[in-house]
């Protein structure tokens, strides 16, 4: 069992940055990919960004590639999200979450998941 806890959500203004960490207890994450989504008001859970256990591969959603970053810490066992040039559409409720080997946009491929922190871009 991996327990995650999400961190680093609140209000910023658009154009603001903030970092999300994500950090792991229990079973070690160190090997598995790690993945970012999204759930705003009423719509669907959405992929945000994924980083493989050794760094090497990345990957980010269209809507916020150029101003998001994921990176890891491995010996610290956490993941974190970088924002950058924030806009009000990215208000939602971020997750970070675990589970397959290699790094995959899709929700059903992840089998942890935090509790989220809510992000709140104004305009």
């Known amino acids: 069992q991996v327990q995650l806890v999400e961190s680093g959500g609140g209000l910023v203004q658009a154009g603001g940055s903030l970092r999300l960490s994500c950090a792991a207890s229990?079973?070690?994450?160190?090997?598995?990919?790690v993945g970012w989504f999204r759930q705003a008001p009423g719509k669907e859970r959405e992929f945000v960004a994924t980083i493989s256990w050794n760094f090497i591969r990345t990957y980010y959603a269209d809507s916020v590639k150029g101003r998001f970053t994921i990176s890891r810490d491995n010996a610290k066992n956490t993941v974190y999200l970088q924002m950058n040039t924030m806009k009000p559409e990215d208000t939602a409720v971020y997750y970070c979450a675990t589970g397959p080997r290699v790094p995959t946009t899709k929700v059903r491929d992840y089998d942890y998941w935090g509790q989220g922190t809510q992000v709140t871009v104004s305009s």
């Open positions: 229990g079973r070690t994450f160190s090997t598995y990919a």
